[in-house]
């Protein structure tokens, strides 16, 4: 089954960029999902950065968005997450996930408006500090 | 501000069953799906869609809707089930972007 990995540095200079890379294992980057990035600070809830389906087409949360790239390489089957001008605010757990927007029911059928994420990376700590 | 309305925290004796809310304009659109999350772990997903379960998800975790609000069941809590439990849409804007609600702290008795 599909396998997410995180990996990049853990800690980042204030004002400088987060570089994180999601290799995937046991399945295509190119199948029909959205490879997404959601981030948990310490002791908080969950936050949704963003995502890219294997197209390149991207959605990002609007409250990042001036910051964030999301990019895909299918040669290596991995995507990646850059954030810049990053703050102490950005100090997080970062995970990245598969995402979808349908399912199959049980009787076969397609099912739209479905979204969620079905596979995790088991999360990488990002420190923001000088 | 999250667009996805959650209680902070709840509690369930053992054995009893719990309702985990979600409320949010989105969720009239679209399905919520749930979460399951303990310390120091990676969330996983426990209902999707109108009322899916993953492989692996015991039959006591069961999802509902109505309206502008999602519910995650638990009917019989056990112990294990002590965890943070974080629902997640599609947003209400119609731009395809993701939305999480806050949370909330479930704890068994």
């Known amino acids: 089954q599909v396998q997410l990995q995180e990996s990049g540095p853990g800690l980042v200079k204030p004002s400088g960029t987060l570089s994180l890379t999601c290799a995937v294992s046991?399945?295509?980057?190119?199948?029909?999902?959205?490879w997404s990035w959601v981030r948990q600070p310490p002791g908080k809830g969950l936050e949704w950065i963003g995502e890219i389906y294997h197209s390149g087409s991207t959605n990002y949360n609007p409250s990042l968005k001036s910051r964030v790239t999301i990019s895909v390489d299918k040669s290596k089957n991995q995507f990646s997450l850059k954030l810049s001008s990053v703050t102490a605010a950005d100090t997080a757990v970062y995970y990245c996930a598969r995402g979808l927007d349908h399912y199959y029911d049980s009787s076969g059928y397609y099912v739209d408006g479905g979204y969620y994420m079905d596979v995790w990376g088991k999360g990488t700590t990002v420190t923001v500090s000088s | 501000s999250s667009e996805l309305t959650q209680d902070p925290a709840v509690s369930v004796a053992l054995g009893q069953t719990v309702r985990i809310t979600c409320q949010g304009d989105s969720l009239r659109s679209y399905y919520a799906s749930w979460y399951q999350q303990k310390p120091g772990q990676a969330p996983v997903l426990v209902i999707y869609g109108k009322n899916n379960r993953p492989s692996g998800i015991p039959d006591r975790f069961s999802g509902s809707s109505s309206g502008n609000t999602a519910s995650l069941t638990i009917t019989g809590a056990q112990a294990e089930d002590e965890a943070d439990y974080y629902c997640?849409?599609?947003?209400?804007?119609?731009?395809?972007?993701?939305?999480f609600g806050g949370g909330t702290k479930l704890t068994v008795l």
């Open positions: 997640n849409s599609r947003d209400s804007s119609g731009n395809h972007l993701g939305v």
């Open positions: 046991g399945g295509s980057i190119s199948s029909s999902n959205w």
